[in-house]
């Protein structure tokens, strides 16, 4: 059956970074157009960071934009998440997607395959 496994996550001081890791099992990857979301508690899950299939096209949310940086790597099958000047207000737990067609990869409702999710906890 299909796997993402989310790993990375921890406590850190706000300014610092994370790099997440997603390994996938049980698709073909390179298929897969990929997703990081996160949620807050008491909020609703938000879109992070797409990357398509071969990784020729990333987008982010605007309050991500030159800070965090996703890439894949569809030897390893993993896709990662590089979160740099964290904030407080990025703390959340983050997942990681699956998504086969490349149509509005910013709704949670295109992903077929999700994590379990990693806490992210950045403190002030």
């Known amino acids: 059956q299909v796997q993402l496994v989310e790993s990375g996550g921890g406590l850190v001081q706000a300014g610092g970074s994370l790099r997440l890791s997603c390994a996938a099992s049980?698709?073909?990857?390179?298929?897969?157009?990929m997703g990081w979301f996160r949620q807050a508690p008491g909020k609703e899950r938000e879109f992070v960071a797409l990357i398509t299939r071969i990784g020729g096209s990333t987008d982010y949310v605007d309050s991500v934009k030159g800070r965090f940086t996703i890439s894949r790597d569809n030897a390893k099958n993993t896709v990662y998440l590089q979160m740099n000047s964290l904030k407080p207000e990025d703390t959340a737990v983050y997942y990681c997607?699956?998504?086969?067609?490349?149509?509005?990869?910013?709704?949670?409702?295109?992903?077929?395959?999700w994590g379990q999710g990693t806490q992210v906890t950045v403190s002030s």
């Open positions: 049980g698709l073909t990857f390179g298929t897969y157009h």
């Open positions: 997607a699956a998504a086969r067609i490349n149509y509005r990869l910013g709704d949670v409702s295109q992903y077929e395959y």
